[in-house]
């Protein structure tokens, strides 16, 4: 394909030495001379790794080149990359002029040329930020066929980013409705075996990743100062950590869902949140840790009281399925407070036989709620047909089954990721999508 680059900083210039080396015929578009003319002898603008020999043969063998002029960049290409930078303002927030101007300029000539294109936004952009730039220059040109258009996030560290794009560790392409028919020509172009998403999935795959790393650098410092103040190694600790692939390096615990609860977590992040405030060691991350997880709780509650109903069916009490431990459970907390706002509760949970509950669990039971007996059903027909809505917080009743027993007009709010709840024919809404 012949492809123009617009921006030829860091991801420009890589995206367009690994291009180059896959064959295509690039032409580079920058504001800056000094850039262009780097490009049009063959040198990379920034320092990397295997950049400079790549763009070098790209130049010598004619596959390479660069302007100014975008009109002339748009002309000479069937795809344009959108790379160019996104600064932080002072407040914080992203300033999208340099996306805007290109985006513009991109548009003007395809309105004036008639050509078909195929766009790739990869500027680093919150989520909406490629629907208000199709929104505000390319949707007419969208609608008419004139124009694809892509988000496709990149995923390059510096000091590796040429084998990052030989050997993606992800690739993601955000299409307009997110489906994947439409996606080939970003496939072609960025290899690997993407994801298909929307616009807006596509951008917050991004953020995710690097809201991820910078919290797994966070936490590893953490426990690298509570180590430290404890004579121990803390890069032997988290070596440890990472070595369980099963539950701490894995997808285990990575799927939005019920706040976390039970016996072990609060409790554990309480202790060691106290026993760091007590040794004088600031650990924000642990400090709002219980915060966010309260917060996740007022955000079910706030959904449950949107639906302007009064009559509840839980399925699910106990912290997660398959077992009748009650501590900490935030269904509990869901339930207590539903019962003092006056709703009328009824309770499945398979697991929980309030005979058997002993201890602690039943300690927790008749402090919080004395009446549970009196809600709990032990069949989920009667929970179902008596509730306006449902709350689904466990797998503790099949899919069929809900859409056997669920009717038109009633709701149901899913707390905990049952993908396969949104097939059903019912006012279905999901806790985290």
């Not at 929104?135 to 040429?162: H, K, M, W």
Request: charge should be negative.
């Amino acid at each position: 394909m012949k492809v123009s680059i617009f921006g030829l900083g860091y991801v420009g210039a890589v995206t367009a030495g690994c291009l180059a080396e896959l064959g295509h015929v690039i032409i580079g578009a920058d504001v800056q001379p000094e850039k262009v003319e780097a490009f049009n002898t063959g040198r990379s603008p920034i320092i990397e790794p295997e950049l400079d020999d790549l763009l070098s043969l790209a130049r010598r063998e004619g596959r390479l080149s660069a302007t100014t002029h975008a009109a002339e960049a748009v002309l000479a290409s069937d795809v344009s990359i959108i790379c160019v930078g996104t600064p932080s303002l002072e407040s914080g927030r992203l300033n999208l002029d340099f996306v805007r101007k290109v985006s513009e300029q991109i548009a003007t000539v395809l309105k004036s040329s008639g050509k078909k294109h195929v766009i790739l936004f990869r500027s680093t952009m919150l989520p909406g930020s490629t629907r208000q730039m199709v929104n505000d220059f390319f949707e007419d040109l969208r609608l008419a066929g004139q124009v694809s258009i892509y988000y496709c996030p990149e995923f390059l560290r510096e000091g590796t980013a040429v084998k990052d794009f030989r050997e993606p560790s992800l690739a993601v392409v955000g299409t307009h409705d997110g489906l994947a028919p439409g996606s080939a020509e970003a496939r072609e172009l960025l290899g690997g075996t993407p994801a298909v998403l929307a616009w807006e999935g596509a951008e917050m795959i991004k953020y995710s990743c690097n809201y991820f790393h910078a919290l797994k650098v966070g936490f590893a410092n953490e426990i690298g100062r509570l180590c430290k103040h404890l004579g121990e190694d803390g890069a032997r600790v988290m070596d440890v950590v990472c070595s369980d692939t099963r539950l701490n390096i894995s997808r285990y615990y990575m799927k939005p869902g019920t706040p976390f609860g039970g016996s072990c977590l609060p409790k554990d992040v309480s202790a060691l949140l106290g026993y760091a405030r007590q040794e004088g060691i600031t650990l924000p991350l642990l400090d709002n840790t219980l915060g966010t997880n309260r917060a996740h709780l007022e955000t079910l509650m706030r959904l449950i009281e949107s639906k302007g109903v009064r009559k509840v069916g839980l399925l699910g009490l106990a912290f997660k399925a398959d077992t009748d431990d009650l501590r900490g459970s935030p269904m509990v907390a869901v339930a207590e407070t539903l019962l003092g706002r006056g709703y009328d509760l009824r309770i499945y949970d398979p697991s929980l036989n309030l005979s058997r509950l002993i201890g602690a669990n039943a300690a927790e039971m008749n402090r919080r709620m004395p009446h549970l007996a009196s809600l709990l059903k032990t069949d989920v027909t009667e929970v179902i047909e008596h509730a306006e809505l449902v709350i689904a917080s466990q797998k503790c009743v099949s899919v069929e089954t809900l859409a056997t027993l669920v009717k038109p007009g009633q709701q149901v709010i899913d707390v905990n990721g049952w993908r396969d709840l949104k097939t059903l024919p019912w006012g279905y809404e999901g806790l985290c999508w």
